[in-house]
């Protein structure tokens, strides 16, 4: 059973618009939660990362909520902009074993931004 | 210089061959990690390697052996592959226990024949 989950395979925006990509996590025990982007070809970059202890971090036209009760994150990129077109990945992690956080990804929302 | 490089890009072999996937990090970081993505399925976290030290085995077939003989360098020794074994395998590393993300590699596309 997956614990992250990205429910949407595919979004389209229109350049300008707000795009929104959701989350939902089932693990009580994850506290700490990124984004990244992944372009064909190339592997996922990091895009921003949320701790339990806040509910919203903002790093420019990117935005990511968290919801602690509802179990659920989303990811806010305004203004869109036809380079942002990508499969993007939630990810979370709980307190680390071993020294090293394992992460748990969701299986991506491919967004496309269109001019 | 680029912060995690993984090498071939892309690996044809048969299920009898064996070969070698190579990971390195520019990044002073000290734990590594191996993934695997295959076609519309999350990526599966196999391996973690904590100063050099294998930390995590997620129930990974024996056909794949990891080795970390330095906190730069990863490798994945593959040998009698599966054909369900064709996948995008993911390197990454990260700085711990630090809550910092993993910076991941491109990849190296593997198809068993």
């Known amino acids: 059973d997956q614990q992250v989950k990205q429910n949407s395979p595919s979004l389209s925006v229109q350049e300008g618009r707000i795009s929104i990509l959701n989350c939902d996590y089932t693990?009580?025990?994850?506290?700490?939660f990124l984004w990244y982007k992944k372009y064909p070809a190339e592997g996922p970059t990091f895009l921003i990362s949320?701790?339990?202890?806040?509910d919203k971090n903002e790093d420019g036209r990117f935005t990511v909520f968290l919801n602690k009760s509802a179990k659920h994150l989303s990811l806010h990129i305004v203004p869109s902009q036809p380079g942002d077109s990508a499969v993007y990945f939630c990810?979370?992690?709980?307190?680390?074993?071993?020294?090293?956080?394992?992460?748990?990804f969701g299986s991506g929302t491919q967004l496309t931004v269109l001019p | 210089e680029t912060g995690v490089t993984q090498t071939p890009r892309h690996l044809v072999m048969g299920m009898t061959n064996k070969k070698s996937l190579k990971c390195e990090q520019h990044?002073?970081?000290?734990?590594m990690y191996w993934y695997k993505q295959s076609a519309k399925k999350p990526l599966e976290l196999m391996f973690v390697?904590?100063?050099?030290?294998?930390?995590e085995n997620n129930s990974v077939p024996s056909r794949f052996s990891p080795e970390c003989p330095n906190s730069s360098h990863l490798f994945l020794h593959l040998h009698t592959l599966q054909p369900e074994d064709s996948a995008l395998y993911l390197c990454?590393?990260?700085?711990?226990?630090?809550?910092?993300?993993?910076?991941f590699g491109d990849g190296t596309r593997l198809s068993i024949l």
């Open positions: 990454a590393s990260s700085l711990e226990p630090l809550n910092q993300p993993q910076h």
């Open positions: 693990n009580s025990m994850f506290d700490y």
């Open positions: 949320i701790s339990s202890i806040k």
């Open positions: 990810a979370a992690s709980g307190e680390s074993t071993g020294s090293a956080r394992q992460l748990t």
């Open positions: 990044l002073g970081h000290n734990a």
């Open positions: 390697y904590n100063f050099k030290e294998q930390t």
